[in-house]
Structure formats: C-alpha cells, structure tokens
C-alpha cells in the first residue's frame, strides 16, 4: 500500500524558516512525479510545488523562489525547503504521489502537517 507521511511542521517567526519532508513507500518511487500543497481554513487545496522523476522542477508564482523541493530517490523523500515565511503561508502542508496506468492518472496523498507563521 502506499504510504505519504509527512513530518517538519511547526509555529515559526514571519521571516523564518522551515524544512518539511515526506518520506514515501509502496510504490516505485524514483520514477514518480513528486509534489507539495497546502491547505488553509476555508480555501481549496494550493499547488506549490512539483517534481519530476527527472529533477525538474515547477513552482506556483505564490512560492516561487522562497520555497525549493527536492528529492531523494536512495532514500524514498521529498523535501521542501521554505524561507521567508509569511502569515499567509499558515496552512496543513500536504506531500502528493502521482501514478499512471492505462492513461490515467492516481494520485495518493499524506496526512498532512501544520505549518503556522505567527509572531
């Protein structure tokens, strides 16, 4: 079965920093496009950030250049490095597998971890 467990969450400063990680198993992991999202009260799921089995990367305009994802096939995770927090950035952060057979897509999903950003 695939599991997404995420872990690093925690209250910071405005201005801070943060390192989330997912450590990721039941599934071919090297060859799976990887991603961050978030979730504040009363608003939809946020793309952030993405990976590909490759090392490319993609980020949402919201996060670009203060936040960095990567990943470690030898260890089955990825991390996502957040600097410069804001207020704003105060949501459960959320680790995403994708898989595709027979064209379509699968997507699984962690338990999420809260991040707060509050002085």
């Known amino acids: 079965q695939v599991q997404l467990v995420e872990s690093g969450g925690g209250l910071v400063q405005p201005g801070g920093s943060l390192r989330l990680s997912c450590a990721a198993s039941?599934?071919?992991?090297?060859?799976?496009?990887m991603g961050w999202y978030r979730q504040a009260p009363g608003k939809e799921r946020e793309f952030l950030a993405a990976?590909?089995?490759?090392?490319?990367?993609n980020y949402a305009d919201s996060v670009k250049g203060r936040f960095t994802i990567s990943r470690d096939n030898a260890k089955n995770t990825v991390s996502l490095q957040m600097n410069s927090l804001k207020p704003e950035d105060t949501a459960v952060y959320y680790c995403?597998?994708?898989?595709?057979?027979?064209?379509?897509?699968?997507?699984?999903w962690g338990q999420g971890t809260q991040v707060t950003v509050s002085s």
């Open positions: 995403n597998a994708v898989t595709t057979r027979w064209a379509l897509r699968y997507e699984y």
């Open positions: 039941g599934f071919t992991f090297s060859i799976a496009p």
């Open positions: 990976i590909s089995s490759g090392g490319y990367t």
